[in-house]
């Protein structure tokens, strides 16, 4: 028997000053929920293909982590994902990106690689591609959270205050024109 | 961002990656998530890897390929690769982030250059980690 699984959870904005011991244990246990669920497809001589699924799903459906529901706001407030799957013995894949109203991007990434001659779709086509292959939308409300939606309002503020200050900067690089 | 590697009884990798993107991103912004061979890659002869990060860099490094191919062609490990291409190339673009990989033997590395990443582990034996922060 040889099978193993590893997973992440994202590395881009992790502060060890912000992290409470509470936090840790909630992010702790999102992770081994994804693991354990990953772990249990390999145990009973499941494919690494379905393993993988069943860990990122689990990390979708977990409002604590960048993807599915729990998803980050763009700039116009609304969540748009990205999401890929590629199986190592074939090396068949697909993936979506841009994509608005699905709830589990993966499964969506999974369905370009078994049910059509593509590998990636994108934005509207794709979602029309999911419909198309039975998979229901879900409203945008689906992915909101207030943390994600305050990291917006608060990015936007951080944005509107540089872009004053360079305003008032006689050597703001925009004026470096030559 | 998250992402699954894992090797199964029959021998075979998988990698999944699925992200959110980065708050208030404009322009209908892609990263290395969906881009094969970036963010995302697997191939029996070699490895599995899902990266996060810094998409951009990770894109211009073309990460998870760069490793697969390093053992490929240079008869690396994939610690060696790994290492060598998350630690000093990715670094050396300017770039942060990290990934989780697995090889075809079910080696598992979980390099990172960023102050942490959520990562996690578990072998056959029952025997794994989960963790956050370097130490």
Same mark, same amino acid.
């Given at each position: %028997?040889? +099978?193993?699984?590893?997973?992440?959870? *994202?590395?881009?904005?992790?502060?060890?000053? +912000?992290?409470? @011991?509470?936090?840790?244990?909630?992010?702790?246990?999102?992770?081994?929920?994804?693991?354990?669920?990953?772990?249990?497809?390999?145990?009973? *001589?499941?494919?690494?293909?379905?393993?993988?699924?069943?860990?990122?799903?689990?990390?979708?459906?977990? @409002?604590?982590?960048?993807?599915?529901?729990?998803?980050? +706001?763009?700039?116009?407030?609304?969540?748009?994902?990205?999401?890929?799957? %590629?199986?190592?013995?074939?090396?068949?894949?697909?993936?979506?990106?841009?994509?608005?109203?699905?709830?589990? @991007?993966?499964?969506?990434?999974?369905?370009?690689?078994?049910?059509?001659?593509?590998?990636?779709?994108?934005?509207?086509?794709?979602?029309?591609?999911?419909?198309?292959?039975?998979?229901?939308?879900?409203? @945008?409300?689906? +992915?909101?959270?207030?943390?994600?939606?305050?990291?917006?309002?608060?990015?936007?503020?951080?944005?509107?205050?540089?872009?004053?200050?360079?305003?008032?900067?006689?050597?703001?690089?925009?004026?470096?024109?030559? | 961002?998250?992402?699954?590697?894992?090797?199964?009884?029959?021998?075979?990798?998988?990698?999944?990656?699925?992200?959110?993107?980065?708050?208030?991103?404009?322009?209908?912004?892609?990263?290395?998530?969906?881009?094969?061979?970036?963010?995302?890659?697997?191939?029996?002869?070699?490895?599995?890897?899902? $990266?996060?990060?810094?998409?951009?860099?990770?894109?211009?490094? /073309?990460?998870?390929?760069?490793?697969?191919?390093?053992?490929?062609?240079?008869?690396?490990?994939?610690?060696?690769?790994?290492?060598? /291409? /998350?630690?000093?190339?990715?670094?050396?673009?300017?770039?942060?982030?990290?990934?989780? $990989?697995?090889?075809?033997?079910?080696?598992? /590395?979980?390099?990172?250059?960023?102050?942490?990443?959520?990562?996690?582990?578990?072998?056959?034996?029952?025997?794994?980690?989960?963790?956050?922060?370097?130490?």
């Amino acid at each position: %028997m040889n +099978f193993a699984i590893a997973i992440h959870g *994202g590395a881009g904005t992790i502060r060890r000053q +912000f992290m409470t @011991p509470e936090k840790e244990a909630e992010y702790r246990a999102g992770l081994a929920e994804s693991l354990e669920a990953g772990y249990g497809i390999l145990r009973h *001589g499941g494919s690494a293909l379905d393993a993988v699924m069943k860990a990122v799903i689990a990390m979708e459906n977990n @409002p604590l982590f960048n993807a599915g529901k729990g998803a980050v +706001f763009t700039h116009e407030g609304t969540n748009e994902q990205d999401a890929c799957v %590629m199986d190592g013995s074939t090396r068949a894949v697909g993936a979506v990106a841009a994509v608005k109203h699905i709830a589990s @991007p993966v499964t969506l990434a999974r369905m370009v690689m078994e049910r059509s001659k593509h590998v990636l779709l994108c934005g509207e086509g794709a979602e029309r591609f999911a419909v198309a292959n039975g998979m229901t939308l879900v409203e @945008p409300e689906y +992915f909101y959270t207030k943390q994600r939606w305050d990291q917006l309002q608060l990015a936007l503020k951080e944005e509107a205050r540089e872009h004053k200050q360079e305003a008032q900067l006689d050597h703001s690089d925009h004026k470096k024109m030559g | 961002t998250v992402g699954a590697v894992a090797l199964d009884n029959h021998g075979n990798l998988a990698a999944a990656t699925s992200t959110g993107g980065m708050t208030n991103k404009r322009y209908g912004r892609i990263g290395d998530t969906p881009i094969i061979g970036a963010g995302t890659y697997a191939d029996n002869a070699t490895c599995a890897i899902s $990266a996060t990060g810094v998409g951009e860099f990770i894109m211009r490094a /073309v990460l998870a390929h760069d490793i697969a191919a390093l053992m490929q062609y240079k008869n690396m490990t994939l610690a060696d690769a790994a290492n060598l /291409v /998350v630690m000093e190339k990715l670094t050396a673009l300017g770039g942060s982030g990290g990934l989780v $990989a697995i090889d075809w033997d079910g080696n598992i /590395v979980m390099p990172f250059n960023s102050e942490g990443m959520y990562r996690g582990y578990k072998l056959a034996d029952g025997t794994g980690e989960i963790a956050i922060f370097k130490d």
